[in-house]
């Protein structure tokens, strides 16, 4: 081996070259380029860290493959270093992704003549026990003739001699290369531009090709072919883009056979391209965007129609009407309780005194009172006139009469007794309520508890409800505070902060 033959064969170029391997183009000696493409092979050399097992495996995968969609080995020979070298036949015309680059769409039968060979090839790959490890645009090339082969077998791999139909379709190595080549069959499919007509029928074998879960099917390969020829018949795959002729037969003719009007020039862009005046390439590349946005989007629309279909339509009439009457419900409580916040009730008050005054005091006895039976009948006002001791009236007054009520209760320890000095509902009503059951308990009640209303002034007034402070006792830095709040049976305690 020297710069100019490789085994006898004599380079030409370089075709690439990878952290493994170089791929160089050779032609046979004593052939001159009048033999044009029957003398030119194609030399694989390995790099020297390269396994010797790894470089048998791929021999191997290379020379039980056979067909006419799997690129074949040719013959093999040995480098200066006594490593092996694979010589295999050039056939290539180009790779799928050269074929879309340069095609800015293709025809349904071209889209089954590039499929169809490459479903049966895998099929029968995996049959002798063959996983070829890369699937993709780059790894599919095509002869002169436009036909499709696999030319990849740098990371085959042979699993067993002739697999069950079970580990056909469970082993990893095999549905890897399903799903593989699923994606690049969706990406061919992409690129066709179909009837109206057609177009339904491509996205449904889009969407079968996207389910994962057929790839594990024992029929994915016929039915992949059976969806596939279902769309039309194969035609020629046209390997290189002729714009000129393409526009030609766009135009309608008239009876004489000349068109009815004149193509346009060379070098101009149809439709949107002329106008926004972009370069070729530039406009190949934003209509192949746009074209699989456009199939995404179908995919998606098909999908959610997949979905709904076994829902009959007045199921979805019935929960859309669920979901209006839901949204109305909210709505209306929504509106009820901006309202309610922006109102000054009795209880918005009362609280936001309670949030204003209180701050600074702890967590701790809070509570409202509630008058006794017999405390209650003097709250209560008088139907034949005025009421009893001014209590509806003057809240200071009904403060001295709640306050004694409470003592009352608390002296008594009577939870009931408490009904009338505090709602039942409110934070004095409960925290006087443990109050009595932990005496009850055996515990002492605090000298605190008690209020002098004596010693009582009004701070703060809003409404129906009216803040005391007491005169702070000795030994404490922060007096006690209650709140007065005035409702249907007249002024009740709220709450209250014991001093501290």
């Not at 009820?336 to 609280?351: D, K, L, R, Y």
Request: aromatic residues 4%; charged residues 25%; contains cysteine.
């Amino acid at each position: 081996m020297n710069e100019n033959t490789i085994a006898g064969y004599r380079t030409i170029r370089s075709m690439g070259e990878g952290p493994r391997s170089q791929t160089i183009l050779v032609r046979a000696e004593g052939r001159g380029a009048d033999d044009g493409v029957a003398g030119l092979r194609l030399i694989k050399c390995f790099e020297p860290e390269v396994a010797a097992e790894r470089i048998l495996n791929e021999i191997e995968c290379a020379t039980r493959a056979a067909g006419d969609h799997v690129q074949s080995i040719d013959d093999l020979a040995a480098a200066p270093d006594g490593r092996p070298v694979i010589i295999f036949d050039w056939q290539s015309a180009g790779t799928l992704r050269r074929l879309m680059r340069d095609r800015t769409s293709l025809r349904v039968g071209e889209t089954i003549t590039i499929l169809a060979p490459l479903i049966t090839a895998l099929n029968q790959l995996h049959s002798e026990g063959i996983a070829l490890g890369a699937v993709s645009v780059d790894t599919v090339h095509f002869n002169s003739e436009g036909s499709p082969f696999f030319a990849e077998w740098g990371h085959a791999s042979v699993t067993e001699i002739r697999p069950t139909p079970t580990a056909l379709h469970a082993e990893n190595a095999f549905r890897e290369d399903r799903l593989q080549f699923a994606l690049v069959a969706c990406g061919v499919l992409s690129a066709i531009t179909a009837e109206r007509e057609k177009e339904g029928q491509i996205t449904e074998l889009v969407a079968w090709l996207s389910d994962t879960e057929q790839v594990g099917s024992h029929e994915w390969e016929l039915q992949c072919e059976r969806r596939l020829f279902a769309l039309g018949a194969p035609e020629p795959v046209l390997l290189t883009a002729e714009p000129d002729d393409r526009a030609a037969q766009s135009f309608p003719g008239r009876l004489d056979g000349s068109p009815a009007e004149a193509p346009l020039g060379k070098g101009a862009s149809t439709e949107w391209g002329a106008v926004l005046a972009l370069p070729a390439g530039v406009q190949r590349a934003l209509e192949g965007f746009l074209r699989q946005g456009r199939n995404r989007l179908r995919i998606v629309v098909t999908a959610a129609r997949a979905w709904c279909a076994p829902v009959r339509k007045r199921t979805w009439f019935i929960a859309a009407l669920g979901i209006a009457a839901l949204a109305l419900a909210a709505a209306i409580i929504l509106v009820s309780e901006q309202n309610a916040s922006s109102e000054p009730t009795v209880g918005v008050a009362g609280e936001t005194l309670d949030d204003e005054a209180m701050s600074s005091g702890s967590a701790g006895v809070t509570g409202e009172a509630q008058l006794g039976d017999g405390s209650a009948a003097e709250l209560e006002t008088d139907d034949s006139g005025a009421s009893q001791s001014g209590l509806d009236e003057d809240p200071v007054i009904a403060l001295a009469a709640l306050l004694a009520a409470r003592d009352d209760c608390l002296r008594d320890l009577s939870i009931e007794c408490l009904a009338a000095v505090s709602r039942s509902d409110s934070p004095a009503f409960a925290a006087d309520s443990a109050a009595i059951e932990a005496v009850l308990a055996g515990a002492e009640l605090s000298t605190d508890s008690a209020f002098d209303a004596a010693t009582a002034t009004v701070t703060q007034r809003l409404g129906d409800s009216v803040l005391f402070q007491f005169e702070t006792p000795d030994g404490k830095s922060e007096p006690a505070s209650l709140l007065l709040v005035k409702g249907e049976a007249g002024w009740r305690v709220r709450s209250y902060v014991l001093p501290h």
